[in-house]
């Protein structure tokens, strides 16, 4: 089994930054893919980003340019800088993660954290 607890949610105004962290725990020893996701209310949950083990990043056409997602994977950590935030960015966000390559589909993850709100205020 694999834990993840992410951290790092907040309030900001609009064109300000947040920084998400995920911290993984347990089997997770050449897990290669992590993933966020975000979901706002009454919306479906969307993919934000994943990255590979080896460092490759995909993002979706919403954010990219504006956030980044990294990892350390002696830490076991990932993390999402948001720069530019606007108020459609106000979701809670998930962190993901799955055996195998790269996806940008939600169920083709494994293990998820709880989330963490995200609001961006106008």
């Known amino acids: 089994q694999v834990q993840l607890v992410e951290s790092g949610g907040g309030l900001v105004q609009a064109g300000g930054s947040l920084s998400l962290s995920c911290v993984a725990s347990g089997r997770t020893i050449n897990m290669p893919t992590m993933g966020w996701f975000r979901q706002a209310p009454g919306k479906e949950r969307e993919f934000v980003g994943a990255?590979?083990?080896?460092?490759?990043?995909y993002y979706a056409d919403s954010v990219k340019g504006r956030f980044t997602i990294s990892r350390d994977n002696v830490k076991n950590m990932v993390y999402l800088q948001m720069n530019s935030l606007k108020p459609e960015d106000t979701a809670v966000y998930f962190c993901?993660?799955?055996?195998?390559?790269?996806?940008?589909?939600?169920?083709?993850?494994?293990?998820w954290g709880q989330g963490t709100q995200v609001t961006v205020s106008s």
């Open positions: 990255i590979t083990w080896n460092g490759g990043t």
């Open positions: 993901a993660a799955k055996w195998g390559s790269y996806s940008g589909i939600g169920d083709d993850y494994n293990y």
